[in-house]
């Protein structure tokens, strides 16, 4: 199971001051500048790793580093037609 820090960032003291450390696999995601990062039975999760997961998909940070704005973007969904519910077309001429 992973731990909070995998996901927020290990703290870390670096010129007196303290900032979160991202873990590797944020780091090759933010090089590479694009990708897609699977979060299979995250609902399994404990809660604190959640909370965690959370900050990353909402605020696309991962420790103290942003994400590249590509990461994890997928594409705009397609826009669908509504079905037309009862009524008559507006367009259609009656038949009779």
Known sequence: MREPSDFAG?????DGHTWFAPPRWAERLAAVGNGLLFLGELTTAPPAVQTAMLRVVLERTVGDPALPPRCGSPPPPARRRRPRTGGTCPHRRPTG
């Open 10 to 14: 290990l703290p870390v003291l670096r």
